[in-house]
Nanobody, 115 residues
Framework: QVQFVESGGGLVQPGGSLRLSCAASGSIFSLGDMGWYRQAPGKQRDLVASISIWGGRDYTDSVKGRFAIFRDNTKNTVYLEMNSLRPEDTAVYYC?????????WGQGTQVTVSS
């Protein structure tokens, strides 16, 4: 199974930016569509951004215009650029295929937006 290692999270002030990276242990091309998910305390894990093999992108409404997802199939890496961050973006962020493979979840990376 392909495993994922997420990185790039941290503490940022409202309005700030972060760039998350997700390194896969195998081919993300073979997985097809990829996604970034997030889980806030006490809430379910939700898909926030997805990207197809050929680069087609989709975003949940709350992040449209602020987040951008990219993939590099040659490096087996998926990125999430996050701008104009808000306190409600605070969560643990994960990457996985879309739809997700249940056994492939990584540890995630914590993003905290606070002044």
């Amino acid at each position: 199974q392909v495993q994922f290692v997420e990185s790039g999270g941290g503490l940022v002030q409202p309005g700030g930016s972060l760039r998350l990276s997700c390194a896969a242990s195998g081919s993300i091309f073979s997985l097809g569509d990829m996604g970034w998910y997030r889980q806030a305390p006490g809430k379910q894990r939700d898909l926030v951004a997805s990207i197809s093999i050929w680069g087609g992108r989709d975003y949940t409404d709350s992040v449209k215009g602020r987040f951008a997802i990219f993939r590099d199939n040659t490096k087996n890496t998926v990125y999430l650029e996050m701008n104009s961050l808000r306190p409600e973006d605070t969560a643990v962020y994960y990457c996985n295929a879309n739809p997700p493979r249940s056994g492939n979840w990584g540890q995630g990376t914590q993003v905290t937006v606070s002044s």
